[in-house]
């Protein structure tokens, strides 16, 4: 009987401890998840609040575009824009863009209304001159002023005296430079200039032509396929290739700009076909003005006039075809060390074409798809590593949009 009441009094004693075993390891477990429910609710408002100051020099179409990605983001508390030229310089370019339809959707995504921007519609493209694109970014960054303390300051050129003057605690967390290809921010900020010059496989031409008797409308581009050009009067025999209208043989051509202000590019994949060597290397600058000259009579709209003889003496073109290249920076982002900045370079800053396609800011654009990413990333980040890890996925995108280009670029401007 004893021994029995034994066997009991001991059960009972390890029900107790595993009972006690089973709440301490419950305490344990709900101990652990407030902690880590209160750790990601404190990480997720601290990432809500997060607010920080960006920074972008330059307000031709691709800065102005930044600062619009910036402020949409809703990151940024202070947003401010820089550039060199005062207004009236800044809008009176008369060269028009053509805004392709991944460039429309990525603007449309951002906010931007077509229906109250002058310009015109064909096959999905939008055209506008460059001074009415940028007017209309700075006056919706005007009405952005009611939710983001925006400051576009132009006629003001980032110099190191304008660093110096800035106190100590007000620095960007994020600057963007976007000043153009004969910008000197990267070089004020200690940025390397090294660039990667690579090849687009193509070679090409440009020319432009200034015609003061006609408007400065935007009109749609005009492409023209498998051209080829009879040279006999130069002592080359015409080639006698198929004609094959899917082909991409040949050259291509296309003709854009306002109706004052014509433009044409001619350019043809790398080949060493015998035409191709002929235009490659003539010392005679007559050559190639012919081409344009014959070129804009026979694909014209029908509503402008022919180019004369006389018209033609004040065409400036390329003197012969040459090698179609891709120029980039090596190094598109960095970090200021000592004042905790995150710098990104776009637009033409970045990558620079040495052909005129008649959409070149397209390529700029192409950089800022990858740039709400960016300020997100920068503006919660909790520690450097985090900094770091942005930049690196910043310039990972920059070089896949160099490297696209390079891949399909021309075929999407130009062949097709």
Not at 65 to 72: C, D, E, S
Not at 344 to 368: K, Q
């Amino acid at each position: 009987m004893d021994a029995v009441q034994t066997q009991d009094a001991g059960a009972m004693v390890e029900d107790e401890y595993r009972a006690l075993a089973v709440d301490s390891a419950l305490s344990t477990l709900l101990a652990v998840a407030v902690c880590v429910l209160l750790k990601v609710g404190l990480e997720g408002i601290r990432r809500w609040r997060a607010r920080i100051s960006v920074l972008v020099v330059g307000a031709g179409p691709v800065g102005l575009t930044a600062a619009l990605v910036a402020v949409r983001s809703g990151k940024v508390l202070k947003l401010t824009v820089l550039d060199e030229r005062y207004r009236s310089a800044l809008l009176c370019r008369p060269q028009q863009i053509a805004l392709d339809p991944r460039s429309v959707n990525f603007l449309l995504g951002l906010g931007v209304d077509f229906d109250n921007m002058e310009g015109c519609w064909h096959d999905r493209h939008f055209f506008t001159r460059i001074g009415v694109f940028q007017e209309y970014l700075l006056s919706v960054l005007e009405h952005k002023k009611q939710y983001v303390d925006v400051k576009v300051q132009l006629g003001t050129k980032l110099t190191e005296e304008y660093l110096r003057r800035v106190p100590q605690g007000e620095w960007p967390r994020v600057m963007v430079v976007a000043d153009g290809s004969c910008g000197d921010s990267c070089s004020v900020l200690g940025l390397s200039s090294d660039y990667m010059v690579e090849s687009c496989h193509a070679y090409g031409a440009n020319a432009s032509i200034e015609r003061l008797d006609q408007r400065q409308v935007p009109t749609p581009e005009i492409r023209a396929h498998s051209l080829y050009f009879d040279l006999s009067a130069y002592g080359v025999e015409a080639l006698r290739e198929q004609r094959n209208p899917s082909s991409k043989a040949g050259f291509h051509l296309k003709i854009y700009g306002t109706f004052r202000n014509r433009y044409m590019a001619l350019v043809c994949p790398a080949s060493d076909a015998k035409m191709v060597r002929f235009l490659r290397n003539t010392a005679n600058s007559s050559v190639m003005k012919n081409i344009f000259h014959q070129s804009f009579n026979a694909y014209k709209t029908d509503i402008e006039a022919r180019l004369s003889e006389v018209t033609v003496k004040h065409m400036q073109c390329s003197r012969r075809l040459f090698q179609v290249q891709l120029s980039h920076r090596r190094v598109s982002a960095a970090f200021i060390q000592g004042d905790n900045v995150a710098v990104t370079v776009e637009g033409e800053a970045a990558r620079v074409l040495n052909f005129d396609t008649g959409c070149g800011v397209n390529l700029g654009l192409r950089g800022l798809e990858s740039m709400a990413r960016f300020i997100y990333r920068a503006a919660t980040a909790a520690d450097q590593s985090d900094i770091m890890e942005a930049l690196s996925e910043k310039m990972q995108h920059s070089r896949k949009v160099a490297e696209a280009f390079k891949q399909s670029g021309l075929s999407e401007s130009l062949y097709a």
